[in-house]
């Protein structure tokens, strides 16, 4: 440290007797008494820096101060939560991960009050008392199941106040996607073989058919044909709505942070079913005034007004009008929300039904759903993009007197000089 105080001193005055010996030159008045100025500036430069290269030191405070930015810097771009605690279980330090998944994160406060969880708090006290590290499991079921391993390990702190006892790190690794993955394959697998056997069977019974009796049976071909093609429609309209709602449900616990327009989503897609609606001679109409923003992702909720519409123009239009309404609520202090109503005069349903008819492959009436084309999947995968979107769906309906379906989304809070996705018409 001295020797590189000494070289900065003579480098330092080197430099300054350099620059006035260029000044001199530059203005032509370069001379004796120059040149014995400009020696002079060096030699009491040097002598002068070296003397106090003794007095140049990084304090242990600096050194301190140093180091606990670095660590704060490390900590802010680790991307999974990470938190550390003393021997109490009190939060010493967070990182920005942790603070967004658990909020009531405070420092100097028991992390109890943040994290309700038997085990990882039996963890602590374990690895405070053997030193060995742990790993255990935290799940967490709002606002979506989540599913973390934790790592414990004990951190020992030489300098630190409690005289170098070890204090505890949690590195939280988020497993929730791998979990869902491998539920949504278990799940694509039985639900699919099950829903599948029949239009399979029915295929092959009249595949058989026309192999043998009906060979030659020109219309009962053509028949059987037909029926065919209605059937691998079938098919293909049930792979494909299995195949959203795993790609929705592997996704369900990243809400999306754009802000899109669903009045005028609803708008758009009013304008799609209108045709459909009025072959069944049903009046298909909006009610929605102006822009209302949610925090959302334009495609799953063009999805969400396609399948509501659907199902009120195939099972409720027998009543002959359908509104599509998007109204503002704002019920202080809590947050307003944008509200999509999907409302039929249809026959209605029965109460022990509406419990279920989110459930996958739930159908009020078997038959009736499959003459419609139906997958028993349409409010199943309606769920889950409200869930995504950090909503809730509710129904209401009783016999003779129509449905109606709400989705209820938190409104979007507009940041400064940002507008609204544009939503090509």
Not at 76 to 83: E, F, G, L, R, T
Not at 295 to 301: H, I, N, V
């Amino acid at each position: 440290m001295a020797r590189g105080a000494r070289r900065s001193a003579w480098t330092a005055a080197a430099s300054a007797s350099a620059a006035l010996t260029l000044f001199a030159w530059t203005r032509d008045t370069l001379d004796g008494p120059w040149i014995a100025a400009s020696v002079a500036a060096l030699g009491l430069g040097g002598f002068v820096g070296s003397q106090f290269r003794g007095r140049i030191r990084i304090t242990p405070e600096a050194a301190d101060r140093t180091r606990h930015s670095v660590a704060e810097a490390l900590l802010a771009n680790i991307p999974d939560p990470v938190i550390l605690v003393d021997r109490r279980a009190v939060v010493i330090e967070v990182n920005p991960a942790a603070r967004a998944l658990l909020p009531a994160l405070k420092l100097r406060h028991p992390l109890s009050f943040a994290l309700r969880a038997p085990d990882v708090l039996d963890g602590i006290e374990e690895v405070l008392r053997t030193g060995a590290p742990l790993k255990t499991l935290y799940t967490t079921r709002v606002p979506t199941e989540r599913a973390f391993e934790v790592q414990l390990g004990a951190l020992p702190m030489p300098d630190g106040p409690a005289g170098g006892q070890p204090n505890v790190v949690l590195f939280l690794r988020d497993l929730t996607s791998a979990r869902r993955l491998e539920a949504m394959r278990v799940d694509f697998v039985a639900n699919a073989s099950h829903e599948l056997r029949t239009p399979l069977a029915s295929l092959l019974g009249f595949i058989e058919t026309l192999q043998g009796p009906a060979r030659n049976d020109a219309p009962a071909r053509e028949r059987f044909l037909g029926i065919m093609k209605i059937q691998a429609h079938r098919m293909t309209r049930l792979i494909d709505d299995l195949l959203s709602l795993s790609r929705i449900e592997l996704r369900e616990h990243v809400a999306p942070t754009k802000a899109v327009d669903l009045a005028r989503i609803a708008r758009q897609m009013v304008e799609t079913q209108g045709p459909l609606a009025r072959e069944r001679g049903v009046e298909l109409t909006l009610e929605a005034e102006g822009v209302h923003r949610v925090p959302g992702e334009r495609d799953e909720l063009l999805r969400v007004v396609e399948n509501l519409v659907e199902n009120a123009v195939k099972y409720g239009g027998s009543g002959g009008r359908i509104v599509v309404a998007v109204t503002r609520v704002a019920e202080p202090p809590r947050r307003a929300q944008v509200v999509l109503a999907v409302r039929d005069e249809g026959p209605g349903i029965a109460p022990e039904h509406i419990p279920r008819l989110t459930e996958r492959f739930y159908r009020v009436d078997v038959a009736s759903s499959r003459d419609q084309g139906g997958t028993g999947l349409g409010l199943a995968i309606v769920k889950h993009i409200v869930n995504r979107h950090r909503g809730r769906l509710a129904i209401e309906s009783a016999l003779g007197a129509g449905t109606t379906v709400r989705a209820f989304f938190p409104e979007y809070v507009a940041e400064r000089d940002e507008t609204a996705e544009t939503i090509p018409g």
